[in-house]
């Protein structure tokens, strides 16, 4: 009796087991924009219009073309050359400028030429120079040029996913080296635009308003609309300089048209992936490795799907369930959601029910109804073959 028992638990405990995943559950008013449906109500409520950047209160406005005409503004880590008339060792070489925005003439003159044009850099060492009488007063007396255009900090805000303070402009001593190796002056860093400083942030969001992208530098405030990096239309991609701040507006709502590799979104996202199935037992098999974790931006659900090996084979493992775990850039919220991978890749309404992908979200695939059923009657006859061949012995 204590071993019909046994056996008769160990059969319940088994198929209580034998459902697909239950449905998860959220917190509740969790909200994924661009992975539910929105309706027209739904719209109203989670659309919101552009509030106003606190950081720009008493600044004054000024043009986008201030900013462009000012784009050669000099940056710690800029390289400088000098050339002073009459002179060939003591002060005509090349400078680099210092964290703090200075340069060092004769080891004793200190000058702060950050946040200076070359033209005002040039007419304050022209007048240190004369005032500490080295040399005459002269309009070719002292010539200023740019040597490189070094890497700044700037600081990105708002609705795009990795805000901070970055680091931009950065080169690598091969580039330096084909880039300098046949140029006496000048130099052109593109790798200081607005545009660079947005994908180093991981990109605006699918929320970000980008026809209002507000620019911040000193005491002053601009407005930039880069909705042709989307269009293809031109814009204003305004070189930075360090200490800028630029702050992304929210919407609060998907635009699919910033779901996709451009100039001010991320070419390709990072996303986790597990498909521990009964006819695929380890994620190795599964052809699951760090080069499957890189897809587009814009990639899909259904698409992770195939890459994650949850789509095609056996008929009896056919109706599979994959679950999507992400979290909510705008508010924070973690939410999952699951689908039904025979219904998303028969169903004619897919599109409404296949989420964009965002960076670092993992899918999972669940086994059939079907396959659940072989694991308890494999695991049931392994189970109880021993203590039938005990019976016998007995």
């Known amino acids: 009796m204590i071993k019909k028992f046994i056996i008769a638990l160990s059969i319940t405990s088994l198929l209580s087991g034998c459902a ?54 000099l940056n710690p880590s800029d390289t400088i050359e ?18 703090n925005g200075e340069i060092s003439l004769l080891g004793q003159y200190r000058i702060k030429l950050a946040g200076k044009t070359l033209i005002e850099a040039q007419t304050l060492i022209a007048n240190l120079l004369f005032q500490k009488g080295l040399i005459r007063r002269s309009s070719h007396g002292v010539q200023l040029s740019i040597t ?3 890497s700044i900090n700037i600081a990105v805000k708002g609705a795009v996913f990795s805000q901070g303070v970055l680091r931009i402009g950065n080169r690598t001593p091969e580039t330096r080296t084909v880039n300098f190796s046949n140029i006496e002056y000048g130099d052109s860093n593109p790798g200081r635009s607005i ?18 992208i507000y620019l911040i530098r000193d005491n002053s405030w601009t407005q930039i609309d880069l909705r042709g990096a989307i269009t293809g239309a031109p814009i204003k991609d305004i070189l930075l300089s360090s200490g800028d701040t630029v702050i992304v507006p929210s919407i609060g709502c998907l635009q699919e048209s910033l779901v996709r590799p451009t100039a001010i979104t991320q070419p390709g996202i990072v996303i986790y992936l597990s498909n521990l199935s009964r006819p695929a037992l380890n994620n190795a098999s599964s052809s699951i490795n760090i080069d499957r974790t890189k897809v587009p931006y814009g990639t899909r659900l259904s698409q992770a799907m195939v890459a994650a090996n949850c789509v095609g084979g056996s008929s009896m493992n056919a109706a599979r369930q994959v679950v999507l775990m992400s979290r909510n850039p705008f508010t924070g919220q973690s939410v999952v959601i699951s689908r039904s991978v025979e219904k998303l890749v028969r169903e004619a309404d897919r599109d409404s029910k ?41």
């Open 82 to 99: 000098l050339v002073v008339a009459g002179d060939k060792d003591s002060l005509t070489g090349s400078y680099n400028i210092a964290d």
């Open 195 to 212: 545009s660079t400083a947005l994908r180093a942030a991981g990109g605006v969001r699918p929320d970000a308003e980008i026809k209002n």
């Open 354 to 394: 296949d989420p964009y992908l965002m960076p670092g979200d993992s899918i999972a695939c669940y086994d059939s109804l079907a396959m659940n059923l072989r694991d308890v009657v494999s695991v049931f006859s392994e189970t109880i073959s021993p203590l039938i061949l005990f019976n016998s012995l007995d």
């Open 148 to 150: 490189e255009l070094g």
């Open 20 to 73: 697909t995943m239950r449905r998860p559950t959220n917190e509740h008013g969790s909200f994924y924009a661009w992975q539910q449906p929105l309706s027209d109500q739904e719209k109203q409520l989670h659309c919101q219009s552009t509030i106003t950047p606190a950081e720009i209160n008493n600044l004054d406005y000024v043009t986008p073309n201030h900013y462009l005409s000012n784009a050669s503004l």
